[in-house]
């Protein structure tokens, strides 16, 4: 389809000087011949006759096309001292035709020519005429235009492709060809009607993004809308580019179940993965899936899919931590909290703060005036961390806690009420509890502390998480009442709690002296 050329027009007066000037035009000049600019090249102008003018130098002057081995003809315009080769019919298109005004992914979009003519210089025709953008599986079906007819149910008569090109190309069977065509709800008359028919089937038909391409819609879209953090954002897509970088490259439509399957039991152990690790990968594994059947990508029902796999308990990688690891045991805890007490500056108060309450490092920063009552505090935010770019972190504050059961009011035991005092002495008017300088200290304050305070008084070193595990340890050895404990741990049941935060505090000299004590192990050796 032609169009009007939206680039600069050569002047008649310069297209007059060209006709005296030394070239062979393509076709003769006719009187309503019209140059346009090419818009790569602004030296070169193109006519809807296929004429080329170069206005380089003093005096404008027509390329002379050259015949290539595959029967198109071709000019080479020079710039900048350098000569480039274009195919006229290509130059013609560019200027003078209208391009689709729609998109088929992975399909290039090509110069069509109606008639076939390619270099005939007597015939009496618009060249821009003969041209048309098509995209490729368009183009080579119309190429396969036979003499073949078929009759549809309605008596009908139409000109059919060859069906077994056309199957052949797109790696489908004869069958679905001859379906397609003959069962289709429009009514194709003649060769235009196949025509559209076919392009706008094959602009559906081709749309088939890839793995990659489906989890990053999914991923992007749940940000967007709020559903996760930008911090969840970020841990999905490292999960991802961990587990997808070759299966991501497949095509969505190309997955079966067993595909997925296969991948899913493949990585635990490639990967060596705990349990966790994999519950993570099929977390996100079943949201993307889930959000491909949604956009009818598949078919198959993907909560079956990844309740058939072949997975067990013992499949899992088990990561063994000793408990001296997990926790700070009855010899290390009061030499910690002595540090603590003796260096009481903001940091140090506020790891205080998490040993006697059992809060997360994330609460504990995002804490406020207005949650501490005098006895104890509302937990009501948290805070999150998300990578800007590579080597930069950014924080910030969540209106919600980790989980539903995260939103608590935890009680401070009354001998540690100085705590609060002290940091009400550090920061009166500030509104974050945990402010120095101006700025909110943020968890990363707390945590290279701790691990320095561990390093100085001789202990394994322990992240602020193992100081929860430590005071829910607390809890268990003086036999609090588990509803309590799950109160102010944040947890919804004491399986959770008993299974992943209890652990023995009990020294190596107390647990020797314990199995010593009981008399039936006191076998003494014979002489």
């Known amino acids: 389809m032609m169009k009007k050329p939206t680039t600069k027009k050569l002047p008649e007066k310069q297209v007059a000087r060209t006709v005296t000037a030394k070239g062979k035009p393509f076709m003769k000049l006719f009187s309503d011949e019209k140059f346009y600019q090419y818009p790569r090249y602004t030296n070169v102008f193109v006519s809807q006759y296929g004429n080329v003018i170069s206005t380089t130098g003093t005096v404008p002057h027509l390329l002379t096309p050259q015949l290539a081995p595959n029967n198109y003809l071709y000019v080479s315009p020079c710039k900048k001292g350098k000569k480039k080769k274009f195919y006229i019919h290509r130059l013609v298109a560019e200027v003078w035709c209208q391009k689709p005004d729609f998109e088929i992914p992975n399909c290039p979009l090509q110069v069509h020519h109606k008639l076939k003519v390619l270099r005939n210089s007597t015939i009496d025709v618009n060249f821009a005429m003969n041209l048309e953008y098509l995209y490729r599986p368009h183009h080579k079906a119309i190429e396969h235009i036979k003499s073949y007819q078929v009759q549809r149910p309605t008596g009908k008569w139409f000109y059919l492709p060859d069906v077994h090109a056309i199957a052949e190309y797109y790696n489908t069977s004869t069958y679905s060809i001859y379906q397609l065509l003959t069962h289709s709800p429009k009514e194709i008359k003649d060769k235009k009607d196949l025509e559209n028919f076919l392009a ?3 602009k559906e038909k081709s749309f088939n993004p890839t793995v990659e391409e489906v989890f990053n819609e999914w991923n992007d879209r749940r940000c967007d809308l709020g559903n996760i953090a930008q911090s969840t954002h970020e841990r999905n897509q490292q999960t991802f580019n961990r587990h997808y970088t070759d299966f991501g ?13 296969d991948f899913l039991e493949s990585e635990i152990g490639q ?14 594994t079943v949201g993307f899936l889930k959000y491909a059947k949604r956009e009818q990508y598949i078919s198959f029902n993907v909560k079956e899919t990844v309740d058939d796999l072949d997975v067990r308990d013992s499949t899992f990688k088990k990561t063994v931590k000793e408990d001296y690891e997990e926790v700070f045991d009855e010899l290390e805890l009061p030499k910690f909290t002595k540090y603590l007490a003796e260096n009481a500056d903001i940091v140090n108060l506020g790891i205080m703060l998490m040993l006697v309450t059992g809060i997360r490092v994330g609460e504990l920063a995002a804490l406020k005036w207005d949650d501490y009552d005098g006895n104890g505090l509302k937990i009501r935010r948290t805070e999150t961390r998300y990578q800007v770019k590579k080597g930069l972190n950014a924080y910030e504050i969540k209106d919600f806690p980790k989980t539903a059961a995260g939103a608590r009011y935890v009680i401070i035991p009354e001998d540690c009420l100085w705590i609060m005092k002290k940091l009400k002495a550090m920061n009166p008017f500030t509104e974050f509890i945990f402010m120095k300088k101006g700025k909110r200290l943020n968890t990363v304050s707390f945590r290279n502390r701790q691990y320095r305070i561990c390093k100085k008084i001789g202990c394994y070193p322990k992240s602020p998480h193992k100081l929860r595990k430590t005071y829910a340890s607390l809890l268990s050895d003086y036999n609090v009442d588990p509803k309590m404990t799950i109160e102010q741990m944040g947890h919804t049941n004491i399986s959770c709690t008993q299974g992943h935060y209890f652990r023995n505090r009990k020294s190596l000299s107390t647990k020797t ?3 010593s004590s009981i008399p039936e192990l ?5 002489k």
């Open 249 to 261: 490259k497949r095509k969505i439509k190309s997955l079966e179940p067993r595909d997925i399957q």
């Open 513 to 515: 002296a314990i199995l």
């Open 522 to 526: 006191q076998i003494a050796q014979k």
């Open 271 to 284: 990967k060596e993965l705990t349990s966790k690790a994999f519950s993570n990968l099929k977390s996100i």
């Open 200 to 202: 706008d089937y094959w």
